[in-house]
């Protein structure tokens, strides 16, 4: 299920409103500190958007809600411990791509993103930028995908890591084009992108926030977003989509997920609180710098989103023959 039909624009509206009509068996929740896993290191975006969401939700609530980093194994270990963790609304998940590719990329997993998770919302999306070292004599999707060609195999790109999303939409351009092309895996988006900026890896596909200052300063060229519509952040570079290439579409996400077997009007107080605080202006504009757009869904939306996200990149994954390394 793609993100555009969710109903962002209503769900944010009235979430002020529904906030303070929640169902009565809920009125004492939270009865103790909230936690919220992050899979990840902090500073990340999922870390940032986790942080944003926790503060504005404890401010909004004046109850306790606090941001646990546990990393490892792609954010494998994170989402174990949540998935391991009481059913009652004091464990909350905050993770992203992973979520939904990790299944297909290890050989050995201990929990299952559907069975053992009940989605809350996505909470923000994130397009993907294409971009090219200035000195690569392509402007346009279409002349890099006519470079490669021409010279199978001489090209690599670069992404933070195997398996992460921008990897994935690196390696659906490849099978979808069916080009020789190599990928270069990196520690993180920085060092994926500065790859890109010295000329070492001459293309990449990376998050937007670590490559739009270098876009503006005209040291990386912005050949596309893998986003349904143009990113606010590059309103000027089109979408693969503009560019000739609709099959190429991906993005960055985050949302919020409790353990399977939570209370339906927990999850539901939950949603609604992810969302006033997602509406919040100074939240908005702190995701904007980062070239991140809140989305807010509905927890049945939320596991719809996953379950199609599954169903996409697994194919992905399979056809590239990928394993987390």
Known sequence: MPL??????????????????????????PSRPVRVIVPFAPGGPTDVTARLIVNKVAEQTGKQFYVENVGGAGGNVGEARAAQSAPDGHTVL???????????????????????????????EQAIVLTVNPSLPVKSVKELVELVRA?????????????????????LF???????????????????????VAGHTPI????????VPLIKDGKLRALAVTSKKRSPALPDVPTMAEAGYPEVEGTTWTGLFVPAGTPNDIVVQLNHMAALALAQPDVKERLAALGVEPVSSSPEECDAFVKSEMAKWSKVIRAAGLKAE
């Open 4 to 29: 555009a039909p969710i109903l962002r624009t209503a769900l944010l509206a009235a979430a002020a409103v529904a906030i303070s009509a929640l169902p009565a068996t809920s009125e004492n929740y």
């Open 94 to 124: 905050v993770t992203g791509g992973n979520h939904v590719n990790n299944p297909f990329l290890y050989a050995h997993m201990s929990y299952d993103p559907i069975k053992d998770f009940h989605g809350v919302s996505i909470a923000t």
């Open 151 to 171: 010279t199978p195999g001489k090209y690599s790109y670069a992404s933070p890591s195997t398996g992460t999303p921008p990897q994935l939409v690196g390696e």
């Open 174 to 196: 490849k099978l979808s084009l069916k080009l020789d092309l190599v990928h270069v895996p990196f520690g993180g988006g920085g060092p994926a992108i500065g790859a890109t």
């Open 204 to 211: 990449s596909f990376g998050a937007m926030a670590p490559a």
